[in-house]
């Protein structure tokens, strides 16, 4: 459901696909059955679950007025009943896939025959909820030019608190089967009001305009809000109800799409048919859409630190390699500098081999690095030295070919990497006593590299530091993506995070390394940092914290700062640095750079900590 870009030939190819397989339920027995006699409502389509009673059926002359047009992405039109039933819990909107550029008007009345079907946006597997529609459809028009139904509003009043209903134990977590409560759960309501022309105002932009043309606003201005205008997802039970998706039915080249930053607010009213897609659930596909009105946010620049303070940041630099435009080298560069105000040690994540995506073997990456520690000393920045472990070829996961790991930066002016036997991708490293002190076997080293915790996933990388004659150990993580967890809006109710085993044995690696430090030297100073890929209050970071090891310290901010990343509207916690316990005043900061903004050089958000070892 995209235009002018490559995910929407995807969806259409999902949709083609499920047509094909019997995944829009009852289309492959289109033929069977004669048609029903007598003509049906809207509603009794929709039904009063997410599922509807006639699944499967072949409906004659179903009357309705034409609220929406799609013309890319799944092809088609919504149609609403006028005349609506007393039931709250049944839609009196329906989605027509034609499959091809639709010949109706917004304002037409039709009638409409054809087979009803359940599509799975995203497919089975996705756990996505489905959308009733009409397929196969033979359309009348009977007159052109009627007034549109009025819209439902979606506001702060008509959304619900309570998210979802727990799912059906006797169907797998499943809410499919569960009657329709649209005046308590707002996955209900949403659902209740799926096909329909639907309404809102002046709403808060919570998730800024990305490249495939949509936003998110928030209905609810005071849910969770942060400092900076978005919508904190601050537990597993802090959904954020009032998180809408915006999309416009204009194609892309008639109507550009306006471009929108968190905080920023859509003002008017922005009205057209809601739609449930696997790249975010319920959306307003707007018909009209408001007025982007500029909110007063900028790249967030953190203090620099003090001559006796030690800075140590990380940064996720997505997929950088020599074969990215220099502008972006640039760009990180410059927030290396200005924004994360050169810190003494940087882990990155993400540092592609030497010639990116390209399969051929190339683990290498001096060529990515030293273009990048230029930029960073062209923007007035430190001559960075680098230190990390080249993986083997294909073995670390990310993009194919790409070989991403994670690099230590350090400034030697102010910090010295202590180099003991460097190791290599399978060789693990140690800790031994040194002088009554803890010392790393391989620094550089790899974490545990055979573990099959990191199969296809990037290995822990740990080194030794020396900041003003004090050791401090760094060890930078990238843990597995949540690649293949089900969205918050999936019919499982809580949702399949399947993700959160492999991270979970991830985190009981490294903080298993940690104690092995601190059994040689209790009051040791350790920074576990990086990309955890997982919440502040998740079981990975418990597990990372087991035994007091580590500490979160992003917990020592505000809950309305912390986040590092926007997902669906939801600011939140994706990286990370966690203090051993003789770390005991530190200074965090979340630098606030990429990710509330529609132009990033990056989707993540650096973090920084500072403390005097």
Known sequence: MRSSHPRSAAVAALVASALATGLLVGSADAAEGAASADPVRIHDIQGTTRISPLNGKQVADVEGIVTGVRTYGSRGFWIQDPDADDNEATSEGVFVFTGSVPTVAVGDAVKVSGTVGEYIP????????????????????????????????????????????????AADGSINGLALDPSRYALDFYESLEGMNVRIGTS?????????????????????????????????????????????????AQQPFPVANVGDKLTGTTEGPLDFNQFGGYTLVARTLGTVKAGTIAPEKTKPQAANELAV????????????????????????????????????????????????????????????????????????????????????????????????LFNPARVTFTERAPGDAVTATGVVKENGKAALTHSPGRIDPANPAWADSRKPLAGEFVFRGKKVFVIANHFGSKGGDEGLTSHHQPPVRKSEEKRLLQAQSVNGFVKEILAAEKNANVLVLGDINDFEFSATTDALADGGALYPAIKSLPKSERYSYVFQGNAQVLDQILTSPAIKQFTYDSVHINAEFAAQNSDHDPQVLRFRP
């Open 204 to 252: 808060r932009v919570v998730g800024a305009t990305d490249p495939y043309s949509e936003l998110w606003v928030t209905v609810k201005g005071w849910e969770n809000a942060a400092k900076r205008g978005g919508t904190v997802y601050g537990s597993y039970e802090s959904q954020n109800t009032g998180r809408l998706q915006i999309q416009q039915l204009a194609p892309v």
């Open 122 to 169: 995203g497919g089975v597997s996705s756990g996505n909820q489905s959308v009733t529609q009409i397929s196969k459809p033979a359309v009348t028009v009977v007159s052109s030019g009627n007034a549109l139904p009025q819209a439902a509003e979606i506001n702060e009043y008509t959304v619900p608190a309570a998210y979802a209903p727990a799912g059906d134990p």
């Open 313 to 408: 940041a990380t940064y996720n630099v997505e997929n950088l390699d020599p074969t990215d435009p220099q502008e972006k080298f640039d760009a990180l560069a410059k927030a290396v500098v200005e924004n994360l105000a050169s810190p003494d040690i940087l882990a990155l994540e993400e540092i592609q081999d030497d010639n990116g995506a390209k399969n051929d073997g190339t683990v290498s990456a001096g060529q990515t690095l030293a273009k990048f520690t230029a930029a960073v000393s062209a923007a007035g920045g430190p001559a960075y030295q680098w230190r990390t472990v080249d993986p083997e070829d294909k073995k670390d996961g990310g993009e194919p070919g790409g070989n991403i790991r994670q690099v230590f």
